[in-house]
């Protein structure tokens, strides 16, 4: 909602994405205006070369129109993602005429389904001229809605119990698309009412063809205030990129229109869109549009951008002859031609790895580490990024199950997964659902944001969906999970749990059993319960663990009162080194996983040792280093792996 | 070209592509059939499906057209990254009759360019049927190069001095499409010729009109050769998938088209491709096609994929009935309709860091260290990822803009980036140009593999280009370049380069005068020329080294006789102290950068400090833990920022 329209270069919303905001935090004020702004000079530089054409006729045919300064020109283009780049007259307003009608299609489409609408208006274009008053002699459907009498049975269409009830939802729906309550013009709306003659002879003959079903008068009143909502060049291009998003208005988030009828609007709008100029439109230009009598085009980029130009003298065909020059002349320069477009697919994988790489943050004592850095390929983590259509999914697809084999468990992240459609998930139930059946497993992690994602996937797993869907916050959790499992597989068979004596903890390496007593003799053993807090973050430090039995995990507070785990120990691990070498105050919290027994090392009497048993210090700050050393080449492993 | 025909599920080719192998390592051979493909098997669901629909009829129009089996039915989807899905009888061959005509119209385009191409043909559907004989009134020309009349003119523009050599061009271009030389069925051929009356009357008026400027039998008879090209339904889709891929061939990486009029032959596919079946086609599949009067279909999805289907029943607009229903099934299930897509914009931005977060891996000393912790911010490393369009792009500047306060240096990596086009460099170019003019720098990283962005920058930015563009191979380069430039205007002016004496090592805190004395009796002084190695990769640890002058980095060698640097050390900085904690062999190797002056401590005197300096070993063991201590936590932090 924080459209800045001061700055149209910096103008951005961010409520309507999902996002992962530590990677890209856009601004919501504008910066400093160091920089020129490249689109806003060429949208000038476009402006500034075509305002010099002069050619063509302003329309008269209803005497309103041929008011309008024949060398208003204004030009803006909105992105799906809230930028907005405006020059020249974009703030005059101007009744939409024609530009109305593949919206109120759409509300036609939303308010009686497809199957309706269809039998009333075809979608074929015609060589005809828009006041065409020939119907299709096979079905007696106006051929299109984008000829006048599509345009007129599509307004029939919209619900409403009374005119005013649907001249209502009309001027609603525009609203939603524009951003801002759309007025009717008053005197245009009268002028076009006094002089539609022609509609009026087009609605009896739809009444007549039985594809009205009531006296046309209403309809072609709510025809004509259609016609004559006052819109600028501004809004007309925030109401194609909202089409061009979806339906949803990209600088307030509101759905404008059901997404899955956008392509039904589009569609026609890329065939039938700019009369029988259409094909060299698609040809050339390559975006939908509709071009109004009253001097505007809009064009769409799916998934991108929405156009808006407005300048009143037209063409033969009744386009804006600066608004085709202008949408052509953006579209050879910034490529945007819809049937030119790159594949997407390959950027679904951002990272495959596997455990024996990245593992979780549980420290394995060293028998366990052996096993997963033997075994660790059975258990992969891809990261995933951007859409999953079918296109990206198929790869994703033809990726697990070329790398198959071997594999036990598979994580899939979906942290920077920006949206997931239903045929993605057509593609990985099928997998989910066949992993499941051979003993192994896939887990989703980082799923929350994508609300479609399980819902779709229930649906089609059906029964078994509660069995089959493993979904984990995050990837730690996954993977911890993950090679609990395969440890469970392949660990020797557990003797009951014991204490671990000194002797065997990594610290202790190298010590003989005189000095082992001695370490021994300042040690104090302490236990603690489940859940308990062993170190508060905050406080200082003044002992190092030895963990002898159960285990701990080390977390850090996140904003909102989340956490996360940095690390776990089990028995056999020394924990609280760090602080034992800076003194710095504890930076984490250590919590007791399980009943736990730590034998403890006061930090004063480590300082005393070097005095008391400089042997014995020497060989524990050895292998403490050494530990450094290993965990050190573990975070640069997997850097690498990242980076 | 490693397709495997086998298995069609694994089919995949690298070559064409140009992303980053350690990140997406796709399977050349296929793996274990362990997983059922989800694709394949809802290919066969619709098959088996409409297998079932018996109406329609075969074309006879042709005698050898009317031998085709009726109950042949074959789906292949070819996708851009090189999958191949094929059910049914997508291996009988059939001659693709006016499936020919766009492909023809892109070799027409590519011999006589655009403007040449629409003196003669038009762009506009037409209601009437494919073999009608009416011209456009106005210009005389044939409306559209997928009705007879204007495929005709099509195959007369194709470049060649003889019938025989454009025949030849035409073959060849099939071949190029298709992955393999296709044949002319020459029964078909005949046929076509004996009854091509119709077309002969089309050719005469065409002559008449000056359309045609040589005697119409030529290219009558090269039209009938061209309609008698005999392909599978698999080749067609691969044939789709080309234009999909902007020409070039997924699986084979031949380029069939210019890119540059892919979009023209999908334009008039998307108007014209489905006779007066095209509105509702678009509207409903929502995809650019062709159909042939014996039975297949294609349809396009750009950047995505192709789908062929063949099945000779024909409807009474003469579109394949199971084809139409294919593609609609498809396009629903897998969601492919073309205006129906997701915004791409935001994903751009893979990671944003400054240097205070991930610096170069040059070490410097703590005061140089000190000023790029604070000043870091100055600097900012924009790692980008997928495609660079317009709208991607976008989101990019106003990114940068928006961030631009305090920042003076840019390092944009492009190791991720699949593709840059014009528009994007655009966009690019102007920015900078202001940074330069403004005295600040933007670098651009890991940019080898896009060939066209240095051609296309330097084409924008003209005269200067030499003087603006930054180009380095990694971001660990430009980092230290950065970091250099900002510490040459932050550091305080330089005194001439001292030796650093024992005391101010990192390593020799806390040691006293007596401490610094008996250590430094047992150091040896070795000085290095510029360029030497100090430590060779793979050699025994015996020595621990502080740099008193000058400064080394650690290489490790890669593969294809590439290197990293892993880190630079400058003077008072010690190296090769992993080793001495595990007495491992050396797993990098060290290189002077400068003339060097080391202090030497060797590994055996290391040993005996235990003994005869306990209270010095002690220290410099508690310094080297801190110094690991301190590299794991920036490692750390480094994780936090790319995870």
Redesign the interface.
Known sequence: MNSSASDP??T?VDEN?S?TPE?????AQ???A??????L??LAEVHRELAGVHTGQVATYIPELAKADPDWFGICVV???G?VYEVGDSSVPFSIQSLSKPFVYGLALEDRGRAEVMEKI??????DAFNSISLDPETGRPR?PMINAGAITATALVEGRTSRMKLDRIVDMFGRYAGRSLEIDQAVYRSESDTGHRNRAIGYMLRNAGILTEDPAAALDLYFQQCAISATCRELAIMAATL???GVNPLTGAQAIR?EY???V???M???GMY?????W???V?L?AKSGVSGGVIAV?????GIGVFSPRLDRHGNSIRGVRTCNALSR???????????????V????SSAAELSSNRLWNPAEAAILREHGSRILVYQL???L???ST??L?????????GVDYIILDFK?V??V???AC??????LA??HA?GRTIILTHADHLTHLGRFLRRILGARADEILQLSPDNDTALEACENRLLARLRPPATSPQNIVLKDFDLCRGLDAAELTALGQILRRRSYAAGETVIHAGDDARELFLLARGSVRVVIDLPEGRSKRLASFSAGMAFGE?AA??RAPRSATVIADTDTLCDILPLSAFDRL?VTH??I??KL??N???G??A??RR??R??TV??
């Open positions: 270069c910096l951005v994405y996002f990677i890209l935090d856009l601004p504008p910066g400093p160091a920089c020129t702004c490249p689109i000079s060429h992105t799906t993602n930028g075809g979608v074929e274009p015609t060589g299109n061009a998003n979806r997404g956008v392509e039904s589009l569609g026609v890329g065939t039938c029988d100029y259409a094909g060299e698609l040809h050339d390559g939908p980029l799916p998934g991108q951008l320069h910034w490529d945007l031609h819809l049937f030119n477009r790159p594949g997407t697919g390959r950027s994988i951002r990272v495959r990024q951007g859409h259509l079918f296109a198929e790869l697809v033809r990726e697990i199950v070329g790398h198959d084999d920077r920006l949206s459609n239903e045929s057509r593609l990985l139930a099928p997998l066949e992993y051979s760090m070498l800076d070097a400089p042997g210090k020497i700050l050895e403490l280093a050494r450094l050393s965990k050190l975070a640069n997997e850097l990242l980076e």
